[in-house]
């Protein structure tokens, strides 16, 4: 059983950056495919950006040039710096973690508002 603890929830000012933390318990973690989902509500939770076992990074065309996702396999962490923020980038984000059996896990989300 793998647990995603998120971290980095926050009000950022537009223009501006926050880095978001995902903590993952068990092991195995470098083996897994690792990604960050937003929501908004009543929206559907939407990609935005995953990252490999072997650290091959793709991205939502909304979040391209502006977010960068990153992984420390020593610390079971992956990572999402965001910068160049937009209201538009308000959500809850949620880590997301899949094991080579296509076991799926998600975190309890953390909350990011872009506002002035």
């Known amino acids: 059983q793998v647990q995603l603890a998120e971290s980095g929830r926050g009000l950022v000012q537009p223009g501006g950056s926050l880095k978001l933390s995902c903590a993952a318990s068990g092991s195995g973690f470098s083996m897994y495919v690792m990604a960050w989902y937003r929501q908004l509500p009543g929206n559907k939770r939407d990609l935005v950006a995953t990252?490999?076992?072997?650290?091959?990074?793709n991205y939502a065309d909304s979040v391209k040039g502006r977010f960068t996702i990153s992984r420390d396999n020593a610390k079971n962490t992956i990572y999402l710096q965001r910068d160049s923020l937009k209201p538009e980038d308000t959500a809850v984000y949620y880590c997301?973690?899949?094991?080579?059996?296509?076991?799926?896990?998600w975190g309890l989300g953390t909350q990011v508002t872009v506002s002035s």
């Open positions: 990252i490999s076992s072997g650290n091959i990074a």
């Open positions: 997301y973690a899949r094991s080579m059996s296509w076991s799926v896990y």
